[in-house]
């Protein structure tokens, strides 16, 4: 099994700067950018 790395992103304040749900899950929202981090 593949160990899983967590990217090193202050996450309270990643979240502080959403303000719309675009924000969150459109193309480049903090979503996206968590898990390209993740992937590579």
């Known amino acids: 099994m ?5 990217p090193d ?5 990643e979240v502080k700067k ?3 749900m675009e924000d969150v899950v ?3 929202g903090l979503l996206q950018r ?7």
């Open 18 to 20: 959403c303000k719309t």
């Open 26 to 28: 459109g193309k480049n």
């Open 2 to 6: 593949k160990e899983i790395k967590i």
């Open 34 to 40: 968590l898990l390209k981090s993740v992937m590579n």
């Open 9 to 13: 992103i202050n996450y309270k304040e």
